[in-house]
């Protein structure tokens, strides 16, 4: 099975501030076939469901601000969120939906400083 | 408006079986793999199970803590998605959403207690 390893796992920031969550799979995530990277970011905010933002590493989900950025490939993925606001406030999930069965990271907490 | 909406959790005795049912609308239900999700309470997600569509007949996923447990099916002319869990266990306990990826349920709370 593919490891999904986050880091951190919480972290504490001010409004504004630009925020970085790290992803580590313990396989290689990149399609030779493709050169796409099976990779998805999620946010779960408290008491709600998880809501897509980032799939194929890289591309926005529609309707997802663009201060949400996701990148890497192969191993090593990241989730940036410029100028954080208030209502990104949650928990953060990264996913391989490179091979079965599909493994989530641990999550990232994101909280108010 | 796209709808996912699930049903069949509650208290559940250990080594008993439940059947969750996910009713969906508002996309081409058959046109899409569906999966299950869950949730402990106050941890993290896992995956699962999922169902391919016809095109890809019917091929079924399971994670390594549920196989040989749970069953999941569909129904594409009802719309419905189903997961199947017999010999449950009190680390089954926690909230399980159908989702597609992109669209999810609110979820349903299943509690393995005797």
């Known amino acids: 099975d593919i490891v999904m390893t986050q880091s951190p796992s919480s972290l504490a920031v001010s409004a504004g501030e630009t925020v970085t969550i790290n992803c580590k799979s313990s396989?290689?995530?990149?399609?030779?076939?493709?050169?796409?990277?099976?990779l998805a970011w999620y946010q779960q905010k408290p008491g709600q469901s998880p809501k897509l933002l980032i799939y194929?590493?890289?591309t926005r989900e529609s309707g997802v601000p663009d201060r949400f950025i996701g990148s890497g490939s192969g191993t090593d993925f990241t989730l940036t969120i410029s100028s954080v606001q208030a209502e990104d406030l949650a928990d953060y999930y990264c996913?391989?939906?490179?091979?079965?069965?599909?493994?989530f990271g641990g999550g990232t907490k994101l909280e108010l400083k | 408006e796209v709808k996912l909406e699930e049903s069949g959790g509650g208290l559940v005795q250990p080594g008993m079986s439940v059947k969750l049912s996910c009713a969906t609308s508002?996309?081409?239900?058959?046109?899409?793999?569906m999966e299950w999700v869950r949730q402990a309470p106050g941890k993290g997600l896992e995956w699962v199970a999922e169902?391919?569509?016809?095109?890809?007949?019917?091929?079924?996923y399971y994670g390594k803590s549920v196989k040989g447990r749970f069953t999941i099916s569909r129904d594409d002319s009802k719309s419905i998605v189903y997961l199947q869990v017999n010999s449950i266990r009190s680390e089954d306990t926690g909230i399980y959403y159908c989702t597609t990826s992109d669209y999810w349920g609110q979820g349903v709370m299943v509690t393995v207690s005797s």
């Open positions: 508002g996309f081409t239900f058959s046109d899409y793999w």
């Open positions: 396989q290689s995530l990149l399609s030779s076939g493709n050169q796409k990277n099976y």
């Open positions: 169902i391919r569509n016809k095109a890809n007949n019917y091929a079924t």
């Open positions: 194929l590493a890289s």
């Open positions: 996913q391989q939906h490179y091979s079965y069965p599909r493994t």
